[in-house]
């Protein structure tokens, strides 16, 4: 996992909006737009990669302060960059939007903050890779404080049998070409489609969460369900 990611970190971006069919950013608008993060709270991002969801939480929510971790620091360097290039405080601050992020290297199955210290939790295209997912999402649950949401986008199956169809088949015969092609990363590709099919559907995620300890856990699907925003809300009082 670490060496596909940190081999593939400076055309990742460009990975990114191939793999999405270039509905990406359209599905990180819908994540936004279903996020419950406030002004007060305080955001862990989860899988954080080069930053884009980070970045898209700050300016879209301005929350109090946001923590982008991954487990590629090559990644990290690469969202670092990205802040860099943002216009500084007076006192000399990397912020984006005016808000602080800080950037650490964290397994998301072992995570290395207190219980209850993170009013959000938010992750894109992270649980899919993570070789132990009720490990890790009960990691993401303990960090939350009761009433905390976790927000996960994913790639997930289309309810629709005949655009399912049409789906796994451009997963199968054109993606791994096409990527290959562009990014001359073939087997990253193959990894992708693999995964994309192996992974659970919408009710299967949800109950993954559930059994993790959320709560109320709801879904919303994005270009016919090829991929899903689930917010999952962990109980109150519930440690
Ligand atoms: C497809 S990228 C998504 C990055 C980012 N969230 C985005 O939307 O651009 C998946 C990320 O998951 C990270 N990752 C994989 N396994 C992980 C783990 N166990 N803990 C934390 N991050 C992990 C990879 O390093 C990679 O940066």
Redesign the pocket.
């Known amino acids: 996992?670490?060496d596909i990611?940190?081999s593939i970190t400076k055309k990742?971006?460009r990975f990114?909006v191939i793999?999405s069919f270039g509905a990406?950013k359209l599905w990180?608008a819908g994540m936004m737009r279903q996020a419950p993060i406030s002004l007060a709270d305080d955001v862990l991002?989860?899988?954080?990669?080069?930053?884009?969801?980070t970045f898209a939480v700050l300016r879209a929510s301005h929350p109090t302060h946001i923590q982008c971790?991954?487990?590629?620091p090559e990644?990290l360097d690469v969202a670092r960059a990205h802040l860099a290039s943002e216009p500084r405080t007076p006192a000399g601050d990397a912020t984006c939007a005016g808000v602080p992020a800080a950037f650490e290297v964290?397994?998301?199955?072992d995570i290395p903050y207190a219980d209850e210290s993170y009013d959000a939790a938010i992750?894109?295209?992270?649980i899919?890779?993570?070789?132990d997912r009720p490990r890790?999402l009960f990691e993401m649950y303990r960090v939350l404080k009761p009433g905390g949401a976790l927000v996960c986008?994913e790639f997930s199956t289309p309810p629709n049998a005949a655009w399912r169809a049409l789906y796994n088949f451009y997963l199968k015969h054109l993606i791994p070409f096409w990527g290959g092609l562009i990014t001359g990363d073939k087997a990253g590709f193959v990894y992708l489609t693999k995964s994309i099919k192996a992974f659970p559907d919408q009710q299967g995620l949800a109950n993954l969460m559930k059994q993790a300890g959320f709560a109320e856990v709801t879904w919303k699907n994005y270009t016919g369900g090829i991929a899903a925003v689930h917010v999952a809300i962990k109980p109150e009082g519930e440690r």
């Not at 971790?69 to 590629?72: I, S």
């Not at 992750?123 to 992270?126: E, H, I, K, L, S």
């Not at 899919?128 to 070789?131: A, E, K």
């Open positions: 996992m670490k990611f940190s990742y971006e990114n793999s990406y990180l991002d989860i899988a954080g990669g080069t930053g884009d969801v971790t991954d487990l590629v990644m964290v397994d998301a199955q992750m894109a295209y992270g899919r890779n993570m070789p890790a986008l």
